[in-house]
Each structure stands twice: as structure tokens, then as C-alpha cells.
């Protein structure tokens, strides 16, 4: 890229999509991964219910996400690592600024 010989297959398509359809009221799907991509996440919108927060329940907000791998690209173990690494993100959003640890 600094020499200005990237060619168009340099940065062409992709490995790894999210789908958003949260904003059309779904709260959960399963997304289907598109070749060449390696992952797929889903992401449903965010809903209010009852959660188990500090041992009581109170209202909380929840969001459905998935995650669809091609095994032959990414293990499993390793897609469910990313699954809770987001989720903590999700979870604590100052972890994305370096305040505090995963």
C-alpha cells in the first residue's frame, strides 16, 4: 500500500461478515455463510426482559448473537472464544478503550 501497487485482489472481498437485523424488529436468525467467507455473525435486536443480576431479578436488556464458522477455516473452539471476547465487549464497553482486562 505505502508503494501504491496494491491491486484490485489486494483488497477485494472478504473473510467475515455481520448481519444485522435487529433494526428490522428480528430478535434471533441463524445466518448462512456466503463463500469465501470463513465466519458469519448474526445479530438480533436488543430486547428487554427479566435477568438475574447481583442475585435478583431485575429488567435487563439482551441481544441475541450467533456466530456460524466454516470448520474447514476456523475450529470451534476458537469461534466461541470470539463469541465471549464480544460479549464481554458488549457487556463492558470501556474494555474497548483498555480500561480494565478480559
Do not use: Y
Amino acid at each position: 500500500a505505502k508503494d501504491k501497487k496494491l491491486q484490485p485482489e489486494d483488497w477485494e472481498g472478504n473473510t467475515f461478515t455481520i448481519s444485522n437485523l435487529g433494526m428490522f424488529g428480528i430478535d434471533e436468525f441463524t445466518a448462512i455463510i456466503n463463500p469465501p467467507d470463513a465466519c458469519i455473525m448474526a445479530i438480533g435486536g436488543i430486547i428487554e426482559k427479566p435477568v438475574l443480576k447481583n442475585g435478583a431479578i431485575v429488567p435487563g436488556h439482551t441481544m441475541k448473537v450467533t456466530l456460524s464458522c466454516d470448520h474447514r477455516l476456523v475450529d470451534g473452539v476458537t469461534g466461541a472464544e470470539f463469541l465471549n471476547t464480544f460479549k464481554a465487549f458488549m457487556e463492558e464497553p470501556a474494555l474497548l478503550l483498555g480500561q480494565g482486562g478480559i
